[in-house]
């Protein structure tokens, strides 16, 4: 539920070392319209072997923005993405306090975690 700190380099190796990454980044054009600010308000991403198994390991999304639906949008369009590559056993972990939304979203809690 937070939007932890993480030393930028450990970030980029988990990064590039990840099957799946995908954002949501807020858009505000200036009054001209010739430029854009540009806001990471979500992240989400995901390993695999590429075959049958996935495991999402991080659903960011700031705090500001929280509440709002981006993490399930996040969460939903992800599967979605991996069912479409026929990779059918996807999990994740979750702190005790997510485990409800993950929940509602069709995820089934098991000793090992959060399926």
């Not at 979500?42 to 590429?50: A, M, P």
């Not at 479409?84 to 995820?107: H, K, M, P, W």
Request: charged share 25%.
């Amino acid at each position: 539920v937070g939007w932890p700190k993480r030393p930028a380099k450990k970030l980029e190796t988990a990064l590039l070392g990840s099957y799946l990454v995908s954002s949501v980044v807020r858009r505000e054009l200036d009054p001209s319209g010739a430029t854009a600010k540009e806001q990471l308000i979500g992240l989400i991403r995901c390993t695999s072997d590429h075959v049958f198994n996935a495991t999402i390991w991080d659903v960011l999304v700031d705090p500001d923005y929280q509440g709002k639906g981006i993490g399930r949008y996040m969460v939903v369009k992800t599967v979605e993405a991996l069912k479409r590559q026929q990779i059918g056993n996807i999990c994740l972990f979750a702190d005790s306090e997510a485990v409800g939304f993950y929940e509602q979203l069709g995820f089934k809690c098991d000793p090992d975690g959060v399926r």
